[in-house]
């Protein structure tokens, strides 16, 4: 059974760092596409992340909501985690965000791409 968690949510200041991880189990994901989203009250769940298996052992590439590219970088761990470093951050990154694992081929920026998701993190930036 594919289990995903989170940690490293907690409240910050504006303009203050957090790193995200999400450790996976329960499968074999070095060819998965591993991503991380964010939902706020009210919003519907938004791309942030995601990093897909390029075919050659140990790589991976990377891929940004437009928004968020230079501020967040996505990175792999050495053993099935993920981790999302996030600087410089805006009241407006406030959300519980999800880590999410889809399969090679699926569209890595919606939410249908991914078929086992964490339970998420709360993220809260004061101003």
């Known amino acids: 059974q594919v289990q995903l968690t989170e940690s490293g949510g907690e409240s910050v200041q504006a303009g203050g760092s957090l790193t995200l991880s999400c450790a996976a189990s329960?499968?074999?994901?070095?060819?998965?596409?591993m991503g991380w989203f964010r939902q706020a009250p009210g919003k519907e769940r938004e791309f942030v992340a995601s990093?897909?298996?390029?075919?050659?052992?140990?790589?991976?590439?990377t891929n940004y909501a437009d928004s968020l590219t230079g501020r967040f970088t996505i990175s792999r761990g050495a053993t099935n985690t993920v981790h999302l470093q996030m600087n410089s951050l805006k009241p407006e990154d406030s959300a519980v965000y999800y880590c999410?694992?889809?399969?090679?081929?699926?569209?890595?920026?919606?939410?249908?791409?991914?078929?086992?998701w964490g339970q998420g993190t709360q993220v809260t930036v004061s101003s």
């Open positions: 329960g499968g074999s994901f070095s060819s998965a596409t």
């Open positions: 990093t897909k298996w390029t075919g050659t052992r140990g790589l991976y590439s």
């Open positions: 999410a694992v889809g399969r090679q081929g699926q569209i890595a920026t919606l939410p249908s791409g991914y078929d086992y």
